[in-house]
C-alpha cells in the first residue's frame, strides 16, 4: 500500500519555524520526486516546493525562497521541508505528493500543475501574527 504521512505541522508564531516531514512506503522512494503543496481556505492550491530524486535539484515557489528548504533523506524514504521565517500568509493544510516527473521537468513547466501520482493527508501550519 502506497503512503505518505505528513508531520511536523503546528502553531507558531510570525518568524518562527517549523520542520515538515513527508514519510514515503509501498514504493520504490528513488523513482519519484517529492513535492510540497499547500491550500489556504477558500485558495487554489499551490505548489511550494519539490526535490528530484535523480540529482536533488530543487525547486521553489518565489514566495518561499529563501525561507524553506526542502531536503530529502533517502536511507528514511523521508522529505522534509524546513520553514523559517514564517508568516501569516504561509497558513494553509501542507501536503506531500511523489510524481514520477523524477527530474522535475513537468513540474517545471506546469508549475507543479497536474502533478502529483500519489498524495498524503496533509499537515496544518498556522501562522499567528
Do not use: H
Not at 510540497?36 to 536533488?56: H, L, N
Not at 524546513?82 to 504561509?90: A, R, V
Request: hydrophobic share 30%; charged share 20%.
Amino acid at each position: 500500500e502506497v503512503r505518505l504521512v505528513e508531520s511536523g505541522g503546528g502553531l507558531v508564531q510570525a518568524g518562527g519555524s517549523l520542520r515538515l516531514s513527508c514519510a514515503a512506503s509501498g514504493f520504490t522512494f528513488d523513482d519519484y520526486a517529492i513535492g510540497w503543496f499547500r491550500q489556504a481556505p477558500g485558495k487554489e492550491r499551490e505548489a511550494v516546493s519539490a526535490i528530484s530524486s535523480t540529482d536533488g535539484s530543487t525547486e521553489y515557489t518565489d514566495s518561499v525562497k529563501g525561507r524553506f528548504t526542502i531536503s530529502s533523506d533517502n536511507a528514511k524514504n523521508t522529505v522534509y521541508l524546513q520553514m523559517n521565517s514564517l508568516k501569516p500568509e504561509d497558513t494553509a493544510l501542507y501536503y506531500c505528493a511523489a510524481d514520477l516527473d523524477r527530474t522535475l521537468r513537468n513540474y517545471r513547466y506546469s508549475g507543479g500543475r497536474y502533478w502529483g501520482d500519489y498524495w498524503g493527508q496533509g499537515t496544518q501550519v498556522t501562522v499567528s501574527s
